[in-house]
């Protein structure tokens, strides 16, 4: 999600005043709004969210991530190559550590507790759901870390009815 703040309005002459069909079928109509939005000289457009369902992120990428100030929503569901490298460098970035507020993490198959342990320095998260993770084993130590890391947690739990593997925590 882009969220556009400020600005100029498009100039036409820029844009040619046309929609560019071609690009929207080669790049899909998510791609082709957000370039869209760029060329239309606004002076700041910010992240808010971002959803890598069924993308082939992974840790390199994640340094494009380091100035995000306004990103409060992240989804990674069936990220093959997530890796618990990945949350740690989440975990780790200044600016997410104070914007994130929901984080969800569901069918990524490489990620155990070391990885998601590292959330626990997302300091305003409120929102974290964990489905479908195999190698995430002892939940209720994780629980109880976030319980610690977050103290301004109201409520923090496992949802029993998840399938096997699944764990979730909220405030």
């Not at 957000?34 to 808010?48: A, G, M, N, V």
């Not at 409060?72 to 970035?93: P, S, V």
């Not at 342990?117 to 479908?132: E, G, P």
Request: charged share 30%; proline share 2%; net charge negative.
């Amino acid at each position: 999600l882009l969220a556009g703040h400020g600005g100029s309005a498009c100039n036409p002459s820029t844009l040619g005043g046309r929609v560019d069909y071609e690009r929207i079928k080669d790049v899909g109509p998510d791609r082709a709004a957000s370039e869209w939005l760029s060329r239309c000289s606004l002076d700041k457009y910010k992240i808010q969210a971002i959803d890598a369902t069924d993308t082939c992120i992974m840790n390199i990428e994640f340094d494009h991530m380091d100035d995000l100030e306004h990103a409060e929503k992240m989804r990674l569901c069936k990220c093959h190559y997530i890796e618990d490298d990945c949350l740690q460098k989440i975990g780790q970035l200044e600016k997410l550590q104070k914007s994130l507020l929901e984080m969800e993490i569901i069918s990524c198959g490489n990620i155990t507790d070391k990885g998601i342990i590292a959330l626990s320095n997302l300091r305003n998260l409120k929102y974290l759901l964990l489905s479908d993770l195999p190698g995430v084993k002892e939940k209720e130590n994780l629980v109880q870390a976030f319980k610690t890391a977050l103290s301004a947690a109201s409520t923090l739990g496992i949802k029993k009815e998840e399938e096997p593997g699944s764990l979730m925590a909220f405030t």
